[in-house]
């Protein structure tokens, strides 16, 4: 091996010398060349990945973050204005429980660890708005933690305790929600938001939390005025099963037949929780069985001339009626009326919608005389921000790959130049290395008649060894032999 290299370096060297300036110029920048660009792609492919550290963060949190990042040494990138920071694929984990446990990331609010401070010389007053600050926080925090949900503000109104019942004001709350791009939130997820916050504040009921979205919208305005939501969670939670069993169903038809995104449906399911109890009594006169007999029985004279003996007897019959007892409960959750509505996108003709509102009524067990109510709406739909999240999706998607399929180009661009550049190489030197002449055809020919005698001197060789051999081991064999030969020879 080491014979090997020390020969070829000889001859590198050798042809080294043999060429020009110029051409020693060209090699020594092409091999330079290639050995940067080979270890430039090498650094470039062992770069790892970017994935989000933080998102939706204030500057103020940003620059802390930023700032603890540039004293580890540890790389960055940011993105969406300053407000998503992102960090090495592998290393987010370790440095988000870092962050949040030294408390980096300061919260919105302040909860009960106010209470954590001392709190000497502060007054009735103060105590109770931190009471209060601390419990709104608390509520937020909670709030938050439900999926769909980025951030929540939540105001609590807690009156003073009156004198009199009846002049006592009641508690209210307010909550605003941000919500995640494109999520929205059902109503049993706004019935849980108003439930939660009303057991968590004395004397606050539900119907007195209002939940507004960050667009202004009233989402508690059908809670307060349904009276589904007050009655007890075993009826809701029947209810709500029942209308999501009969939405999923419309929906998967609608997808199948329409496509998905194409439809909204939604249920509503009025449901009877009474139960009514019916008892009947009914009587058969046809069948009658004596229930007790009771006879009299009296004996005396009669007072006259003769004094004649008397007799008198009385018997009371009472009889009983088969009598039947019936008792009928009805059944508890029965449903009294369903009512569905649907909005497709524009494009359907009526023939279409007459048929998808049919198949609605078959798969929803529909009743004319119950008050069920199909709908079926046309309406453009707007998905500018599902398709700029899709778009956004995709486009990272792509830029990912094509990232990796350039990255894997080039490194496989860079071995190919490389590989033609040593190609180039060796050429040069079997080029540059000296070539044995071609010799005359008289010299081949000479060679060819010089191999032929010597290969009849290697048989004739042979042939005496092989003699000498024989006469060494039966030397009387030969002898005859001669003598033989030398009396034929004679004659």
């Not at 060796?426 to 032929?452: C, G, M, T, V, W």
């Amino acid at each position: 091996m080491f014979e090997f290299f020390r020969q070829f370096s000889k001859q590198i060297s050798s042809v080294f010398q043999k060429l020009n300036s110029t051409q020693k110029f060209v090699i020594f920048i092409m091999s330079v060349g290639c050995v940067i660009l080979m270890l430039l792609l090498m650094f470039w492919a062992s770069q790892k990945e970017y994935v989000v550290l933080f998102s939706n963060l204030d500057p103020k949190d940003a620059q802390a973050i930023i700032n603890r990042l540039e004293e580890q040494g540890t790389p960055y990138k940011l993105e969406t204005d300053g407000t998503a920071i992102l960090v090495p694929q592998g290393e987010e984990t370790g440095l988000r429980i870092e962050y949040i446990s030294e408390g980096i990331i300061s919260q919105p609010g302040v909860g009960y660890e106010i209470f954590d401070r001392p709190n000497l010389g502060l007054t009735d007053f103060i105590q109770k708005v931190n009471y209060r600050r601390a419990l709104q926080e608390e509520l937020a925090r909670t709030i938050r933690v439900i999926e769909n949900v980025d951030r929540a503000k939540v105001n609590i109104v807690l009156p003073e305790e009156a004198l009199f019942r009846e002049d006592q004001k009641t508690t209210t709350a307010s909550v605003v929600l941000t919500l995640r791009a494109g999520a929205e939130l059902s109503r049993e997820n706004i019935f849980s938001i108003a439930k939660t916050i009303a057991m968590s504040v004395e004397g606050l009921q539900v119907r007195n939390v209002s939940i507004v979205d960050s667009y202004g919208n009233d989402l508690s305005k059908e809670m307060n005025r349904d009276e589904i939501y007050l009655m007890t969670a075993n009826q809701i939670e029947i209810q709500s099963e029942v209308e999501r069993r009969i939405q999923a169903e419309v929906e998967s038809m609608l997808n199948i037949a329409l496509g998905p995104g194409k439809s909204v449906v939604r249920v509503t399911v009025d449901m009877d929780f009474r139960q009514n109890k019916e008892a009947t009594e009914s009587y058969n006169p046809e069948s009658v069985v004596v229930r007790s007999e009771d006879r009299t029985e009296a004996s005396g004279t009669t007072v006259d001339t003769v004094g004649t003996p008397s007799r008198e007897e009385a018997s009371i019959t009472n009889y009983e009626i088969n009598k039947v007892v019936q008792e009928v409960i009805d059944k508890y959750g029965k449903i009294s009326r369903i009512s569905v509505s649907v909005t497709v996108d524009t494009g359907r003709t009526p023939q279409e919608l007459a048929s998808l509102q049919n198949s609605i009524e078959a798969a929803i067990g529909y009743n004319e005389t119950r008050g069920d109510q199909v709908s079926i709406e046309q309406f453009p739909f707007d998905t500018t921000a599902r398709e700029a999240e899709e778009a956004r999706i995709v486009a990272e998607r792509r830029r990912e790959m094509m990232a990796r399929i350039l990255r894997w180009s080039l490194l496989s661009a860079a071995a190919i130049a490389f590989l033609i550049v040593l190609r180039s190489i060796f050429k040069s030197l079997d080029l540059l290395l000296p070539r044995p002449k071609p010799k005359p055809a008289i010299d081949i020919e000479a060679e060819a008649i010089e191999e032929e005698i010597s290969a009849e001197a290697q048989r004739r060789g042979q042939m005496l060894d092989q003699v000498a051999k024989f006469a060494k081991e039966k030397p009387e064999n030969v002898a005859s032999l001669l003598a033989t030969w030398l009396l034929e020879e004679k004659t």
